[in-house]
């Protein structure tokens, strides 16, 4: 019996799951050999195998519904300008300066439960510099292989779509993945990672807008960046290289820009942004 439960998880999960692979409240994760040390999830929320599409999300948002759009959006008064929570600018609604998602409004969190989370634009970013993404198909489904430079362990990203209004968009062309990260020159958008044909990018799109949310999960119990709780901003470090949100400068413990080292850089050093410090430790 146990053998051909084994058989069966094998067979569905296919060559996309790698045997570093293991569970956090019951969801199954890939270790990918990322500087940061997150584990990647190896299914979306709302689906049960690497290819399914799963369920889609608007950013901020912790259930799927029928319609995608500013009117049914849960974070503002009917509008793109009427923000009422993650806003950085009085134009577009009430200004509280929270730029990433708090885990109640984190679909990742709110369904799986556990240390489960929806990734930032820095994780998706570590991700795409430190894995070879390759487009192929998966049970005849359309998306990318996501491989780890480091290990060879894989997970599977389906071409799962969008959804605006009642209407399902490019499924099986276009793969669209929320990060938990508010696009602060304008609010009223979040960032996203999405690919068609040979091309993956980031970019951002309206807070309203249906996508799908691909969980990660801290399991090392450390990180190289020490973030100040009240730290409106997101920093990790990779190969000697700082990545942060937005702009920012780098400076060494003597007071000096050293934001032309970066990619160089091995030490104790203070990221600042407009309106946060940070302290980071690359090893």
Known sequence: MKKSTFLM???MCGAWCATAQTTEKGYEYVDLGLPSGLKWATCNVGATTPETYGDYFAWGETEPKTTYDWITYKWCNDSENTQTKYCTNGSYGTVDNKTVLELADDAA???????WRMPTDAEWTELRENCT??????????????KSKTNSNSIFLPAAGFRIDEDLFEAGSYGVYWSSSLYTDGPSDAGYVFFYSNDVSWTYYGRFCGQSVRPVVDKSGSTTALQPATAAVNVYTTAGRI????????????????????????????????????????R
């Open 133 to 146: 993404w390759t487009r192929t198909t998966l049970n005849g489904i359309n998306g990318y292989e996501v």
């Open 9 to 11: 998880a094998a067979l």
């Open 109 to 115: 969190r709110a369904n799986w439960g556990g240390k």
């Open 243 to 282: 990545v942060c949100e937005g702009e920012f400068r780098i400076y060494d413990l003597l007071g000096r820009d050293v934001t032309r080292l970066n990619g160089s850089l091995q030490g104790v050093y203070v990221v600042k942004t407009d309106n946060a410090a940070v302290k980071v430790v690359i």
